[in-house]
């Protein structure tokens, strides 16, 4: 209470300017009863007339002498501390009925919780502009308003910009042929083919791979009703196991801004598969571990391990 | 349908063939193998009746795999080969004018059908006419389709149960060009099969055993 008291107030100066105020009213009142009761009963016109304006005239420099009384003392009396974290509603404090409205010390404490948040906030958007794990709407839209070079929204790209993309990158591996399909509407989902390894559905929105599901080079891509099966996993562990490594790749391979690099990079890495039965684990220069042959490619040197040979 | 390897395991010294068997389940069970059930893959041969043209005798052998019991295939020494509907044997009792069915020639694999990660394999004692002649083993690896890519890795996995005496690539794999890809149907397995039922046959009867 004590600092709330010490808000830069005159208190002194304060109570004679109250005391100036109740002065000015009662001499402004006197102004207008004057102006009320008229001229009152003389001999003479003249007369009645003569004392009227001098009691009229005395009462409004009454009242311009108290009013500069109080002009003297506001400035006397100071203004709150501009200084106050709080402004002016620090003056809650004042308030003599604190146990029954508790509103000052509620007021500090949603004070403190949105001080705290926005320093939270703060962290947390640095540490996420450092990490470009970017898969969300809103940040890709924040990350195209700050570089107006790429398409307003890498969302809402032309289908037919997507096909060009799709179709450079199938052209850059021979051995990997790329089909794109649009069952539904214009979001685009690949299938690719592999040499006779392996057939991948890639479910794209725009331009960002969404999921993966990798699949042996003879089983089924289409569901029974003709469809392109973009659900049912491999039936073999060996290709379930690639499908996740597939999975932690689009994760590993974000460039928001550059989504056209993602998918390269992601076919690049995918195409490391044509000798996934051929290639012996770097590690320990076997075929096989748990029957299964290494299904792991670095995401840099696209070298095959074993699972649980990586490091 | 993926990459298969037929081949023949010698009998263990002092074994029979039963104990040997017993031991490769006992081996592929510590691998980790999990028993599904049985198999079977029988073979019969016909000769051609009233062979004119001098040459020797082309024979045609009808098969049947218990993996696909709907159909079975018919092979013509060294011709085409031929995936019919089960009841092919019906038609071959009508063409007995043609071909007659050399008694005595049966020959069939039966054992278990173990299942490993993507691996399928089927232990079989391998019988002609009731008498057991030997061991076969068929290796499937389901996801590839092409043996050359995934051959080194199926020696692997062999060497696991065989140990060091392992096949070299099946020579119907070897024979065929570039594009070594295996046919959906089970042909180049039965093909396999039949070239072990061959050797087999000519093999004197293996001394003191029998199937059961
Ligand atoms: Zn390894």
Partial sequence: MADVMNVGVNLEAFSQAINAIQALRSSVTRVFDTLKDGMKNKETLEGREKVFITEFQDNLQAVNRDLNELERLSNLVGRPSESHPLHNSGLLSLDPVQDKTPLYSQLLQAYKWSNKLQYHAGLASSLLNQQSLKRSANQMGASAKRRPKVQPSTLVLPPQYVDDVISRIGRMFPDMSIELFRPNGTSAVLLVTLGKVLKAVVVMRSLFIDRTIVRAFNENIYTEDGKLDIWSKSNYQVFQKVTDHATTALLHYQLPQMPDVVVRSFMTWLRSYIKLFQTPCQRCGRYLQDGLPPTWRDFRTLEAFHDSCRQ | ?212
Avoid at chain 2, 42 to 56: A, K, L, R
Avoid at chain 2, 57 to 74: D, G, I, Q, R, W
Avoid at chain 2, 87 to 111: A, P, T
Wanted: net charge neutral; proline share 6%.
């Fill in chain 2, 1 to 212: 349908m993926g990459v298969t390897c037929v081949c023949q395991v010698p009998v263990a010294e002092g074994k029979s063939v039963q104990q040997t068997v017993d031991m490769l389940h006992r081996k592929l069970e510590q691998l980790g193998a999990v028993k599904q059930g049985n198999f079977c893959v029988d073979c019969e041969t016909y000769h051609p009746v009233g062979n004119t043209s001098g040459q020797p005798p082309k024979f045609l052998y009808v098969m049947h795999n218990s993996e696909t019991p709907l159909s079975c295939l018919a092979l013509f020494e060294g011709g085409p080969c031929l995936t019919a509907d089960g009841n092919f044997d019906v038609l071959m009792v009508k063409l007995k004018s043609h071909f007659q069915n050399s008694k005595g020639h049966k020959v069939e694999s039966r054992g278990a059908r173990y299942q490993y990660c993507d691996f399928l394999v089927k232990v079989g004692t391998v019988t002609v006419s009731s008498s057991a002649r030997g061991i076969s083993v068929e290796v499937e690896y389901c996801p590839c389709v092409v043996p050359g890519d995934c051959w080194n890795l199926m020696k692997e996995f062999m060497q696991s149960f065989l140990g060091p005496s392992v096949p070299e690539l099946p020579s119907v794999f070897a024979a065929k060009p570039e594009g070594l890809y295996a046919p959906v149907d089970c042909s180049d397995t039965m093909t396999q099969y039949l070239e072990l039922f061959s050797k087999l046959r000519k093999q004197q009867v293996v001394s003191g055993s029998s199937v059961r």
